[in-house]
């Protein structure tokens, strides 16, 4: 999986680009009126009801754009929130705060939209031993702030990219010639350049599960849109040989039912490619 040092990486990369992007040469609508000298004091105001999440990312945009500017926290991230409540006062440069706010309200809108649909699943998935992960659906050039929202609300995050996993899907194993074949050149690959990497392999059905468990090496099996008879079966087959993954359109209706079917985890793109932001405003005071 990938790594603290290379997770600050991504983050760091996406709040220079987003300033690059939001400011250019300047933010010319406080340039001309506000003096650069000038101090003042703003809250993140909650204009809705759900799960907080990007006041730690918000700490580091603000820190970016001015080193001096004070953050008192009050709420902090995972946290229930609701209509009215304040997240956090910032303090110091009028210029720096307003050249912060966008970035920062963008961001933990679509992170607290995020922590709060993953909320809903964990809290479905209560009493069982299954757990809710996040997948490569995210927005393009913000993984790392959707992922880190998943875990916020208290699911696992997937694998982080390409780079991190061995998936085998359908296209994978169809252009390989097959599931053993893709698994032997698969292994053959890694052990060639020396990489040490989990290997998880899609079954379509439950012959393809049989297929899977007689060539070992095998960490996980993602059973995809298999129904809620052969799910159970495939994990009864699988045993302790593997663990197990549900996905294929999974929502708040059936996700309770695959649990129940002994999977260790259920994957969805719902989680990031599915929600609808939390209201966030930054005022000044």
Same mark, same amino acid.
């Given at each position: 999986?990938?790594?603290?040092? &290379?997770?600050? &990486?991504?983050?760091?990369?996406?709040?220079?680009?987003?300033?690059?992007?939001?400011?250019?040469?300047?933010?010319?609508?406080s340039l001309a009126?506000?003096?650069?000298?000038?101090?003042?004091?703003?809250?993140?105001?909650?204009?809705?009801?759900?799960?907080?999440?990007?006041?730690?990312?918000?700490?580091?945009?603000?820190?970016?754009?001015?080193?001096?500017l004070v953050i008192?926290?009050?709420?902090?991230?995972?946290?229930?929130?609701?209509?009215?409540?304040?997240?956090?006062?910032?303090?110091?440069?009028?210029?720096?705060?307003?050249?912060?706010?966008?970035?920062? =309200?963008?961001?933990?809108?679509?992170?607290?939209?995020?922590?709060?649909?993953?909320?809903?699943?964990?809290?479905?998935?209560?009493?069982?031993?299954?757990?809710?992960?996040?997948?490569?659906?995210?927005?393009?050039?913000?993984?790392?702030?959707?992922?880190?929202?998943?875990?916020?609300?208290?699911?696992?995050?997937?694998?982080?990219?390409?780079?991190?996993?061995?998936?085998?899907?359908?296209?994978?194993?169809?252009?390989?010639?097959?599931?053993?074949?893709?698994?032997?050149?698969?292994?053959?690959?890694?052990?060639?350049?020396?990489?040490?990497?989990?290997?998880?392999?899609?079954?379509?059905?439950?012959?393809?599960?049989?297929?899977?468990?007689?060539?070992?090496?095998?960490?996980r099996i993602l059973?995809?849109?298999?129904?809620?008879?052969?799910?159970?079966?495939?994990?009864?087959?699988?045993?302790? &040989?593997?663990?197990?993954?549900?996905?294929?359109?999974?929502?708040?209706?059936?996700?309770?039912?695959?649990?129940?079917?002994?999977?260790?985890?259920?994957?969805?793109?719902? =989680?990031?490619?599915?929600?609808?932001?939390?209201?966030?405003?930054?005022?000044?005071?």
């Amino acid at each position: 999986m990938i790594t603290t040092t &290379q997770f600050n &990486q991504e983050i760091d990369l996406i709040i220079a680009n987003a300033i690059r992007e939001d400011v250019g040469d300047g933010d010319h609508s406080s340039l001309a009126c506000i003096p650069d000298t000038a101090t003042g004091k703003a809250q993140l105001l909650v204009k809705d009801t759900g799960i907080l999440a990007g006041v730690e990312f918000a700490k580091k945009v603000f820190a970016y754009v001015d080193p001096k500017l004070v953050i008192d926290v009050q709420i902090e991230d995972g946290t229930p929130v609701h209509f009215g409540d304040v997240a956090f006062f910032v303090t110091g440069n009028s210029q720096a705060i307003l050249k912060a706010e966008r970035l920062v =309200l963008n961001a933990m809108q679509r992170m607290s939209a995020i922590a709060t649909k993953t909320k809903e699943f964990v809290n479905l998935l209560e009493g069982t031993n299954t757990q809710i992960l996040d997948t490569r659906k995210t927005t393009p050039g913000i993984r790392a702030l959707e992922k880190w929202a998943v875990k916020i609300g208290g699911g696992e995050n997937h694998r982080f990219a390409l780079y991190d996993m061995i998936m085998l899907k359908d296209n994978h194993i169809d252009f390989a010639g097959g599931i053993t074949k893709a698994i032997e050149k698969t292994k053959s690959y890694l052990a060639a350049t020396n990489r040490e990497l989990k290997i998880i392999v899609e079954a379509r059905d439950l012959q393809e599960v049989r297929t899977i468990l007689a060539t070992p090496g095998v960490y996980r099996i993602l059973l995809d849109n298999f129904s809620y008879e052969d799910t159970r079966t495939a994990v009864e087959m699988i045993g302790e &040989q593997c663990l197990t993954e549900s996905s294929g359109g999974i929502n708040e209706n059936t996700i309770r039912q695959y649990a129940e079917c002994g999977v260790n985890y259920i994957s969805s793109g719902a =989680l990031t490619h599915s929600v609808h932001n939390l209201d966030l405003s930054l005022k000044a005071i």
